[in-house]
């Protein structure tokens, strides 16, 4: 087992991120510092939405032996460069209203056992954090969580027909979120469980 | 006056600098690590908001020499220019990301200068969504828009190095990259034009 989380930004990650990292559960990596050497042995890796993007795109073919070896992914944020084949790019929701941000979950995922919907979609009672449209869903993929009354899947795992799963959230890191009840802690450990070849579908 | 950005290939860099919406403004899309090869005195340097830092903080040399030779900066929001341009003191303020939801409410930024081409008919709704921070200016340096302390959060600095920066605590990229905040695309659809008609001017 071996979970990068790669770092792109330039403040630290999340703290329960530090820890998993201090705890041996996962080895945080500066994207500009990631090796083919060090992707070629990874199992797991957690991108955010600081990603660059056009870099990642250079590593398209080592990418796909990635997940071609079984690989699990877990991306935050809007695809706009075809990371692997199958991907599309983002689309957002036109023209959203509050209602629209209301989620409804399609699938039991375990990084969401037990936890409010509602928990989710709103911080402090502002909603749009969590996602404003989707990346595209590839053949195959199986939605977990939709906006505007379940058609814009905003969460959704592809298990990949050559081998691997993508996790696709298509909103801030979703690590972030349930603030108030305290939830970043949980949904960061639950997601480098999956990145680590935890239970999913 | 070419407008020179360079592209960290996040998600909102990429929406932002590529779409069609502003895709004209920006002669040369490139990225942090290339700009020696691109940039020239006479170009402007435009720092999109949400830059990594460490980026930057990678080409400060480069920069320094650009305004030494009496080239332009722009950076926006939320890229720690106080740590890649000279002259910089900015205090961050904690998001109040919430505000709105009381409908008496007022962020209170505005603007300080109306009659400077720069923020040509731009109001308080072309620069209010979130407020992250605050600049203390040297003598000479020209306020453009202020927060609700009269503290500046958007000026021009002609006295620091022999060229010009303009430096803002707005991100508005990231925002109307996530298709998100519809005031900081208000502020890049004034901004912008005001921006190239002043370079040229």
């Keep these: ?201 | 006056m070419r407008i020179v950005a360079p592209s960290s290939g996040t998600y909102y860099h990429i929406e932002s600098l590529e779409a069609p919406r502003y895709a004209e403004v920006f002669d040369v899309v490139t990225t942090p690590e290339e700009l020696g090869a691109v940039l020239t005195p006479d170009d402007c340097l435009f720092v999109p908001c949400r830059t990594p830092a460490q980026r930057m903080i990678a080409q400060k040399e480069l920069v320094a020499g650009h305004l030494a030779a009496g080239g332009t900066v722009v950076a926006t929001g939320e890229s720690r220019s106080d740590l890649w341009l000279p002259g910089i003191a900015f205090t961050s303020v904690p998001t109040n990301w919430w505000w709105w939801l009381d409908p008496e409410a007022d962020l209170g930024n505005r603007i300080s200068a109306p009659g400077h081409p720069l923020v040509r008919d731009m109001d308080k709704a072309h620069i209010t969504w979130h407020l992250h921070g605050w600049f203390a200016l040297p003598g000479g340096a020209t306020v453009l828009a202020e927060d609700a302390e009269g503290r500046a959060i958007f000026y021009e600095d002609r006295v620091t190095t022999p060229g010009q920066m303009i430096i803002t605590s707005l991100d508005p990229m990231f925002h109307h990259g996530s298709h998100f905040m519809p005031a900081a695309t208000l502020f890049l659809d004034r901004f912008l034009p005001n921006l190239k008609a002043y370079l040229n001017g």
């Design chain 1, 1 to 201: 087992m071996s979970v990068l989380y790669i770092q792109s930004a330039y403040e630290a990650p999340p703290k329960p991120v530090r820890a998993a990292s201090e705890d041996g559960r996962l080895a945080v990596v500066r994207q500009e510092d990631l090796t083919l050497e060090a992707l070629g042995s990874a199992t797991g890796l957690i991108t955010h939405n600081q990603l660059d993007q056009n870099a990642f795109l250079t590593l398209k073919p080592h990418l796909e032996d990635f997940m071609d070896r079984g690989g699990r992914w877990f991306f935050n944020g809007h695809i706009v460069r075809p990371l692997l084949e199958g991907l599309g790019l983002y689309l957002p929701m036109e023209k959203p209203a509050f209602a629209d941000f209301r989620q409804t979950r399609l699938a039991a995922h375990p990084i969401f056992e037990g936890i409010e919907i509602a928990h989710l979609e709103t911080n402090k009672g502002v909603a749009g954090f969590y996602g404003r449209g989707a990346n595209p869903m590839p053949d195959g993929a199986v939605a977990v969580t939709e906006l505007r009354r379940g058609t814009v899947p905003v969460d959704w795992v592809w298990p990949r027909p050559k081998g691997g799963r993508f996790f696709s959230h298509a909103g801030n890191d979703l690590g972030q979120f349930g603030i108030e009840q305290g939830l970043p802690p949980l949904l960061h450990s639950r997601i480098i469980d999956w990145a680590a070849g935890g239970a999913c579908l």
